[in-house]
């Protein structure tokens, strides 16, 4: 079998998926990521550009559309290049949200359409209006919501069949195509991911010295990709004053970035991170505050030994996805 997997930012949720099918059939990938060598573990690599900006001045509705018909047409005439060099997939394998797999069935009429079904928007019930912090206050905000999901139904009227890596996940999308949709984890890399208990992390704390943590010391995690609402980091700093106090042996260490992943910007120049630490800050002592620890982001190496030594770990999120 002939299958070929699309997403603009290659591996993402099809790292293990990928090499796994390939030991049984023949893998190729196309993606715009041009940091992916032309072979990846044993698989070719098509690279696509993209041939256009998005339009200054488009109606603000429509912004991502736009981008996601660009993407699109690009992944169209990579698409048919593919064919004339006579690669005809059996399967195509796809995450729908950047529009990539808007036409491969113009292509490929033929090949079976999966798509990745990560999330499908709401105007209530998941992540807008979750945290009532941070009310909506846009009276267009139902319909500016349904118009993000145009590039998702255009696909989700061609496709075949669709993974999704949760239940919930899964059932934010129509009664209608939710029949075709099977619940299927990304995969957990067993063999990496466990306990060690011979881990140890080093740090820099703020008199400039290193200190070692191992699983003998207490240890609170928190990760983000970036440190904001979305992920409950707003709820996670609230904790503090209080936990440290109760804790008087843990360490609390968040890493993520500064800037913004998801939902909106914070108001002025400070970062969600700033804003919080400014908010919590006056409620904890000096001692208190010497066993917090921002570590920035992490290589992937590094983020694996923190868990491995992590006491407890906390994941706090808005319904979204995982």
């Known amino acids: 079998m002939r299958i070929l997997f699309i997403h603009q930012n290659f591996p993402a949720q099809f790292k293990y998926l990928a090499p796994t099918l390939a030991k049984q059939h023949q893998v190729r990938i196309l993606t715009l990521n041009a940091r992916l060598a032309d072979n990846w573990q044993g698989i070719p690599v098509n690279h696509y550009a993209l041939q256009k900006a998005s339009t200054k001045g488009i109606h603000p509705w429509i ?13 169209l005439y990579a698409a048919f290049n593919l064919r004339q060099q006579g690669f005809t997939p059996d399967v195509i394998i796809a995450h729908p949200g950047w529009g990539e797999s808007l036409a491969l069935k113009d292509v490929w009429p033929d090949a079976k359409l999966g798509l990745y079904c990560e999330f499908f928007y709401r105007a209530e019930g998941a992540d807008v209006g979750f945290d009532p912090e941070f ?39 129509p009664e ?34 290193l200190l070692t943590l191992s699983r003998e010391d207490e240890i609170i995690t928190f990760v983000n990709r970036n440190l904001e609402p979305y992920r409950g980091y707003h709820t996670f700093m609230r904790c503090l004053p209080r936990l440290l106090k109760q804790r008087p042996q843990a360490r609390v260490l968040l890493v993520g970035g500064d800037g913004t992943s998801y939902g909106a910007k914070p108001l ?6 700033e804003r ?23 290589p992937y190496q590094h983020f694996v030994t923190l868990l491995q030594c992590s006491s407890l770990h906390v994941y706090l999120t808005y319904p979204f996805v995982l």
């Open 63 to 75: 912004i991502d559309f736009e981008a996601q018909v660009i993407r699109g047409e690009a992944t």
């Open 135 to 173: 009310p909506n206050t846009d009276p267009a905000l139902a319909s500016r919501i349904r118009l993000k999901n145009t590039n998702t139904l255009i696909q989700l009227s061609t496709f075949d069949a669709g993974i999704s890596p949760t239940d919930w996940q899964a059932s934010t999308f």
């Open 176 to 209: 209608l195509f939710r029949d075709r949709i099977s619940v299927i984890h990304d995969g957990i890399d067993s063999t990496l991911l466990q306990p060690n208990p011979s881990a140890t992390l080093t740090l820099k704390i703020n008199s400039g010295d």
């Open 268 to 273: 002025g120049s400070k970062s969600w991170k």
């Open 276 to 298: 919080f630490i400014d908010e919590v800050r006056p409620q904890i002592s000096e001692a208190d505050w010497s066993r917090v620890h921002f570590m920035g982001n992490l």
